[in-house]
């Protein structure tokens, strides 16, 4: 995943599906023009949107988002090396790229006349890509002719613009506005990250991880089938997470791999078959969402005093019981 720098390495491991989901869309040239990001993490939800903007804004030679690469911002640069428009777009001020929607701190509402105004302004058209952000799209804030004017730009906006709407969560913000954006949920952060591929482990056991990690990627159709099959607590429910259990704890013990390294080995395999289709299905992105709180649970309690294999168990069946409940959105999400 080293190339993949779309985003501050920090950001990529508090937020490992929000970014890889973005980096996905923009290496297909397919971001969608208008997302929702919801979950509790305002700073990340903020990062994210101005990494983004420094992305698609970005003037280094080498920097292009359709091949994922970096912006200055992304590769942290000291701002006497950023570009000009990373340099103002890191302060959020950056005149034609950067824009806000938000209310004045003494008001509980958006003022009409201000989005009105910006709804008129990146109607036209600009040598800039405009990312226009509102801090709070719940619902509360907007009055019904502000509403009205950003649905209208978000429905036909101007060329070159993206919009990223924050919210708590998506049931606090107009439907109507809900239905035209991706959502996306900004988790609270992953304490101990995503790294299954950044450790000190030897050569060797790196390329074991890694030949298990494609034999993962390869089943992972039969197992969503299997899993929209069986019934959860089923003997062979059990059987079939026991033995993925087993699989991951033995890779632990036969190459001294760290167990939270292999558990994200696995997850990773996940997030690699549904990368792409997450972007346009919402159950996948709630599927690799849980799954990824299921892994930090378990690399939690490793972190305590549970013993290896009690940790792996429960851990397999916990995926094995989520991938039966999003069964049938995961096998529309991969068949499509
Ligand atoms: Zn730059």
């Known amino acids: 995943m080293g190339s993949q720098a779309l985003f501050t390495a920090p950001l990529q491991e508090r937020q490992p599906l929000a970014s890889r989901l973005l980096l996905a869309a923009a290496e297909r040239g397919a971001l969608a023009n208008a997302y929702l990001f919801t979950g509790p993490s305002r700073s990340d939800k903020w990062e994210l949107a101005l990494q983004l903007a420094a992305a698609l804004n970005c003037t280094r030679e080498s920097s292009t988002l359709s091949t994922g ?4 911002v992304s590769q942290a640069c000291p701002p006497e090396q950023c570009c000009v428009n990373c340099r103002w777009i890191a302060n959020g001020e950056h005149p034609q790229a950067w824009h806000l929607l938000k209310r004045e701190p003494d008001k509980t509402k958006i ?3 201000k989005a009105r105004l910006l709804c008129e302004e990146i109607l036209k058209s600009s040598a800039y890509f405009r990312v226009i952000v509102v801090t709070e799209a719940e619902q509360s804030v907007f009055h019904d002719a502000s ?4 649905l209208k730009s978000i429905e036909e906006p101007g060329a070159r613009c993206l919009f990223v709407l924050f919210a708590g969560h998506a049931d606090m913000v107009l439907p109507t506005i809900v239905s035209r954006c991706q959502v996306l949920e ?3 952060a992953y304490p101990t990250g995503f790294l299954w591929n950044d450790d000190d482990a030897s050569e060797e056991a790196r390329q074991a991880l890694e030949t298990h990690r494609r034999q993962f990627i ?3 159709p039969s197992v969503v089938e299997s899993a929209i099959t069986l019934k959860a607590g089923s003997i062979k429910y059990v059987l079939e997470s026991r033995s993925i259990a087993e699989r991951l704890a033995k890779l632990t013990e036969e190459y001294g791999l760290s167990p939270a390294m292999v558990i994200d080995a696995y997850v990773s395999a996940d997030f690699e078959c549904l990368k792409v289709p997450a972007c346009d299905h919402g159950g996948a992105r ?3 969402n849980r799954l990824l709180s299921v892994a930090e649970t378990a690399k939690q309690e490793l972190d305590h005093y549970v013993k290896l294999n009690n940790v792996v168990e429960t851990f397999a069946y916990s995926v094995a019981e989520l991938r ?5 959105e995961l096998r529309l999400a991969i068949s499509s």
């Not at 690469?69 to 200055?72: A, F, N, P």
């Not at 039966?324 to 049938?328: L, N, P, Q, R």
């Open 147 to 150: 509403a009205n004017a950003l």
């Open 218 to 220: 390869r089943e992972f």
């Open 69 to 72: 690469r970096s912006s200055c």
């Open 186 to 188: 900004v988790s609270g």
């Open 111 to 113: 003022a009409v006349e």
């Open 286 to 288: 709630r599927y690799l």
């Open 324 to 328: 039966s409940h999003f069964s049938g």
